[in-house]
């Protein structure tokens, strides 16, 4: 019996030290401890990657939005938010698009393309839970997005200065040239299908779609990503949004086949006996 | 006494970290497959456990009062995701006794998303669940 105050001790100073690890994780999400400045390279470009000697990658911090939506059936993790993001309310949507993406919304995003383990390009590319690292090699003249989300795809960024070719076949992830300004580095992409959501609110774009990405690693822990959307035959005029990612310092991409056991589909609209092919949006 | 009183407390912290880990992100929608208004609490005995991607589902035979079996199925987050929550491919096997704190299937099917899986000698892990309450500020 004697001993019960000191386990009782024991166990008080491991609750202290989750509750104070629960506060300090807090605390440097909202900026209360200051994070390790950006890294970079030698020759003075930004590090999108872990510094020499470490790991990590970039994660979503929970479940992020291009544009704020509140009443979105999956909500968005605060820590995310780009400070003064557009709202839903204010993208510049015509009619149909809205239409679109309410009804997406209000499918509870059952249909989207990605959870059929499909590519996804855009800003959906960033909203994998399972992260995505840049691969810069200079020497190349390119910069690898590496995905292992949906169907562990990579894209590559053109950093040679090319132009987008014409004619060009539209694919998940459309033809990327980036260029460096200051310290972000900037992706202009054309080329889209539409056999993907931009991201997993269900925001709709056409073919018209050019995209406009600014990737910017504010600090080592915080990677700005800001998209302009340009795509007249969606909006009535180009619009930003974006999100924060997070440093997952020590992980690494793994091996990930979303096609091994995918039984989402099926649990979320039924077998395909049970599926109405006179739907609007035949899943 | 002091062992006992120490492992409860242990078995205590372990269920608090279960609950505190960090909000999960999936590759699919939570709400087009779940209801987490509908809690479910599934006990009984792992008969299949498919660790594999996207997302691990194992399946459990309950039995009721009247001894009638019904087979749940039960879904967790990536292995990967798992892991990260102290998980092992090896950690739960056919034939132990588990409790699952989830979520029911929109469906009405017997189908769950697990939040936590607690084994027979009271251990509790994550189950690395997109529909975790700290996802839902």
Known sequence: MTERPAAARLVAALLVSVATLSISTAAQRSGGAPAKPTPHWPDGRVNLGPPPGEKGIWTPP??????LNPKSVNRASPTSHLPDNITLEAVPFQPWAR???????????????????????????????????FVDI?????????DVGGPHTFRTIYMDGRPHPKD????????SVGRWESESLVVDTVGYNTKFWMDREGTPHTEQLHLVERFTRTD???????????????????????????????????????????????????????????????? | MTTRFLSSALVALAALMAVWAAPVN?????????????????????????????????????????????????????PHQLQGRGW???????????????????????RANARTVTTADGKALGAASSGDPTTRP
């Open chain 1, 138 to 146: 200079p020497e190349t003249k390119r910069i690898y997005i590496f």
């Open chain 2, 88 to 110: 092992l491919r090896d950690t739960m096997k056919i034939g132990d006794v588990v409790t699952v704190e989830g979520s029911l299937a929109r469906d009405g099917s017997k």
């Open chain 1, 168 to 175: 060009l076949d539209p694919s998940y992830y459309g033809h």
């Open chain 2, 26 to 78: 999936a590759h699919h929608s939570f709400a087009a497959e779940f209801d987490a208004s509908k809690p479910v609490t599934i006990k009984g005995v792992v008969t299949q456990i498919d660790w594999k991607n996207p997302h691990v589902w194992f399946y459990v035979n309950v039995k009721d009062e009247e001894g009638r079996m019904t087979r749940w199925a039960c879904e967790m987050g990536a």
């Open chain 1, 220 to 283: 080592l822990n915080s990677l700005k990503y800001e998209a302009n959307v340009d795509d007249p035959g969606a909006y009535t005029a180009t619009w930003t949004g974006g999100f924060i990612l997070r440093w997952s310092p020590g992980t690494e991409l793994f091996e990930y086949i979303c096609q091994d056991n995918n039984r989402s589909p099926q649990g979320m609209v039924g077998a395909d006996a049970s599926v109405s092919r006179q739907r609007r949006i035949v899943p």
């Open chain 1, 62 to 67: 929970g479940i992020v939005q291009l544009s």
């Open chain 1, 99 to 133: 239409a679109l993406h309410a009804a997406r919304q209000a499918d509870f995003e059952r249909d989207e393309p990605h959870t059929r383990c499909k590519a996804s390009g855009g800003p959906r590319e960033f909203i994998t839970p399972y992260g995505v690292e």
